[in-house]
């Protein structure tokens, strides 16, 4: 059954449910088919801010007032009920709506909370939120809280919901029931129903969540460390052997103040590797011994100290009411929640189902999330060289949780796991490869040496050369252990590369490997090619570099309309440069008489329909250009900076092509998200080579 709507109606059937999981991965699934997504809340408690909203306007970009996204507080809206006024309360929840509804293509619509209906026992019922998502024209998606629930209760409240909100007259996309924690077969429906288990780390609260509701002082650690997940909660109150016995993984550590034993063994322990902690709480409002804090600051646990004035027992009972909640500020649990929706949940078949006419033209959101997705149903093996780096663990932890690809990292198992616990992050789904100790080794030297045994590369030399982390993932690729490499957060783009150029080569009918940028603006995605690879191509490999970007264009979801640049537009000009690039074009047209091309043209030309009908008037390119092609390194480099810079673009890449197989470059200053997306082109990329 196909239906077209507008707007996704997201409803728990009871109090819990874990609606903001479903709501971000719904949220999430319409992103990818339209430029831009709206947000509304029929209901809000009017006396704190409301957590979906806050994190979906933020994470979509919905540059609308909060308040704009609401219909009414519960408050309100239980006193006009009281006053016999409910028409006019489900009016003016409609108006608001259609007020949002007007200003997007796609809407997702969170339903009221049936526990958080403040002072009275407001409009809270199922029949109010199906009354509203029919007026909406909403297509309904109900959430069934699975949380320690008997698999009976959940497959008949599955089954209620159903049928109630169709009796109703609600129109019923899917039905999923949440947070999961056994077996379960949900009963034969119309609709599709969908289980997602119970996730520890998205239900789980942060340090920084414990120490906000237990109004705790922060003793010692950083930001980072206040983002750990708390997965558990241990009372240290025994000698110290007998504690270390009882230590669990992600456990927040709860201890007197004065036990300064167990203060240094628990984080002796964090940092020796025997257990990971979430963080320690020092109760009774005692502060440990100036010397004990200075000697744990040294053992650089990367573990938060929190000290409250309760006792144990007060504290214990205090964390165990402590939810934790999705937030834009914690993306390390939005990502785990968004991963757990997308394994568990029928993306394609939902989209199917929901109709939504999809944008013609790629702006920067769809291009990021579409991204994640399809690399997620390649799920390729993409290799990290710099194993330990920060950024590089920050951005495979959100890869893992995601099941965006599957990695492995290089460096010292030892290092790599230091780090990690440092940082709080989690990447046990990966592999982690020491080069210099790899079985892989004499395999790799053998191998390089035949490749490079023309230029006097000795099996001893080779022998020497492969451990370097770069040249081991590029072996690793090209011997077939993974299926693409990612890596320039610390290395320059030559040290990245080279090997590539080496080892993997060019395509058989590429004469030179080039690299694009995906330049993200406000409203849209361009493609800038060459900005990193190439100091001066001749008319030939200018042709090579066109061709290329073109065909990874198509290969991301954009229209090639090909801009061959030049200080001239059309017969403007003359002189070497624009010679070279009229001959380039040229050989394009001959090579790709498919391909939309311009040149030689100017920017302003290639961009700007204003312009181009005064210089190029007619043209398929002029003023609609989706592909840049610069004619050589100077230009093009500072042009994709100076965007960047200037237009607040955020620039993907560099992202290589013509090699045999995926290996890409990243900016020294790449951020997290710049490596996911890197990593994700890459497994996209290695997809299509079918690699």
């Known amino acids: 059954m196909d239906l077209v709507a507008r707007s996704v109606y997201l409803t728990s059937v009871s109090s819990g449910g874990g609606k903001s999981t479903v709501a971000l991965g719904l949220a999430e699934l319409l992103s990818r088919q339209v430029g831009r997504i709206g947000i509304f809340r029929p209901l809000v408690r009017g006396d704190q801010p409301d957590p979906i909203l806050a994190l979906l306007s933020e994470r979509y970009r919905v540059e609308l007032p909060i308040e704009d996204l609401t219909g009414t507080t519960y408050t309100e809206a239980t006193g006009m009920v009281a006053e016999g006024r409910r028409e006019q309360l489900v009016s003016r929840i409609v108006e608001r709506y259609r007020a949002v509804e007007r200003r997007f293509p796609a809407v997702v619509v969170v339903g009221s909370d049936f526990a958080d209906g403040g002072d009275g026992a407001g409009p809270r019922e199922l029949a109010f939120n199906a009354r509203l998502a029919t007026e909406f024209g909403s297509v309904v998606v109900p959430v069934v809280d699975g949380y320690e629930q008997e698999t009976a209760t959940i497959a008949a409240a599955a089954r209620g919901a159903y049928h109630d909100l169709a009796d109703l007259g609600a129109t019923v996309l899917a039905i999923v029931a949440n947070r999961v924690t056994g077996p379960l077969t949900l009963p034969e429906l119309p609709v599709p129903g969908y289980l997602i288990p119970e996730v520890p780390s998205v239900s789980a609260p942060t340090v920084a969540e414990v120490a906000t509701a237990l109004g705790a002082t922060q003793l010692g650690g950083d930001d980072t460390a206040l983002s750990r997940d708390v997965l558990d909660y241990v009372v240290g109150a025994a000698h110290v052997p007998t504690l270390l016995d009882h230590l669990t993984e992600g456990a927040l550590v709860i201890m007197p103040g004065d036990r300064d034993d167990l ?114 149903t390649q799920r390729r093996h993409v290799v990290l060289p710099e194993g330990s780096e920060e950024r590089i663990l920050r951005a495979a932890e959100i890869l893992l949780r995601r099941g965006v690809v599957e990695l492995t990292l290089l460096g010292r198992p030892d290092d790599v796991a230091r780090r990690t616990r440092e940082l709080g992050v989690d990447i046990a789904d990966a592999r982690v490869i020491d080069p210099f100790t790899s079985e892989w080794r004499d395999e790799f030297a053998d191998g390089y040496a035949r490749l490079r045994g023309h230029r006097g590369v000795t099996r001893d030399l080779a022998h020497d050369i492969v451990p370097q982390p770069n040249y081991f993932g590029t072996m690793m690729v090209w011997a077939g252990y993974a299926d693409g490499m990612v890596s320039g957060a610390t290395h320059t783009t030559a040290a990245t590369i080279r090997p590539a150029f080496e080892i993997i080569r060019n395509l058989p009918d590429v004469s030179i490997a080039s690299s694009v940028f995906f330049m993200l603006l406000a409203d849209r995605v361009l493609v800038y090619g060459d900005c990193a690879v190439n100091p001066d191509p001749d008319a030939a490999q200018l042709a090579d570099i066109a061709i290329s970007s073109a065909d990874t264009a198509v290969r991301f979801g954009i229209e090639p309309r090909v801009a061959m640049l030049s200080y001239s537009t059309g017969s403007s000009g003359t002189g070497a440069d624009v010679e070279k690039v009229a001959e380039a074009t040229r050989r394009v047209r001959e090579r790709r008489p498919d391909l939309l091309v311009e040149g030689p043209i100017q920017y302003d030309a290639a961009i700007d329909p204003a312009v181009a009908a005064t210089k190029l008037p007619g043209s398929t390119v002029a003023g609609r250009a989706t592909v840049f092609v610069f004619p050589d390194l100077n230009t093009g480099n500072n042009t994709y900076k100076a965007v960047q810079r200037s237009a607040r673009a955020v620039a993907v890449g560099p992202v290589m092509q013509g090699l045999r197989r995926p290996v890409n470059d990243l900016s020294r200053g790449a951020t997290v998200p710049d490596i996911v997306n890197t990593v994700a082109i890459t497994a996209i990329q290695a997809g299509e080579a079918g690699t």
């Open 263 to 376: 203060l240094v063994a628990t984080n002796a322990a964090h940092v020796a590797g025997q257990v990971a902690l979430s963080g320690l709480v020092l109760t009774l409002g005692e502060a440990p011994d100036p010397r004990t804090m200075r000697l744990v600051e040294r053992l650089r646990p990367g573990l938060a100290v929190l000290s409250v004035p309760s006792d144990s027992y007060d504290t214990v009972a205090a964390c165990n009411r402590i939810e934790g909640r999705l937030s834009a500020s914690n993306p390390r649990k939005v990502e785990a929640a968004l991963g757990a929706f997308e394994r568990c949940v029928d993306t394609d078949d939902l989209s199917r189902r929901l109709r939504v006419t999809r944008s013609e033209r790629v702006t920067p959101l769809m291009f990021e999330y579409d991204l994640i997705d399809r690399a997620r």
